[in-house]
């Protein structure tokens, strides 16, 4: 069992910047491929980003691409999403997510976190 906590979600003006983070107990954190994911009011859930177990490899949707970068410290048992220039769309809940493979499809994992609200004023 892995338990995922996410923090760092909070209210910011566009053109911001917020770093989210995502802490696991459990098992052994880098045993798992990470993903980040947001769902706003309304929509699915969609991929932002992905990391490979030993973080060689990094994985982004395009409406992000540039602006987000996700990395993880397998030492704090935490990966990071470090967003910036923000822009109003960005704005849902975002979640942490783990598998063993790393992959974009939200279905395709286990573990999830309870979410954390980012909101982003225009």
């Known amino acids: 069992q892995v338990q995922l906590v996410e923090s760092g979600g909070g209210l910011v003006q566009a053109g911001g910047s917020l770093r989210l983070s995502c802490t696991a107990s459990?098992?052994?954190?880098?045993?798992?491929?990470m993903g980040w994911f947001r769902q706003a009011p309304g929509k699915e859930r969609e991929f932002v980003a992905a990391i490979t177990r030993s973080g060689g490899s990094t994985y982004y949707a395009d409406s992000v691409k540039g602006r987000f970068t996700i990395s993880r410290d397998n030492a704090k048992n935490t990966v990071y999403l470090q967003m910036n220039s923000l822009k109003p769309e960005d704005t849902a809940v975002y979640y942490c997510?783990?598998?063993?493979?790393?992959?974009?499809?939200?279905?395709?994992?286990?573990?999830w976190g309870q979410g954390t609200q980012v909101t982003v004023s225009s």
């Open positions: 997510a783990s598998r063993l493979v790393v992959s974009t499809t939200p279905r395709e994992y286990y573990y």
């Open positions: 459990g098992r052994t954190f880098s045993s798992y491929a």
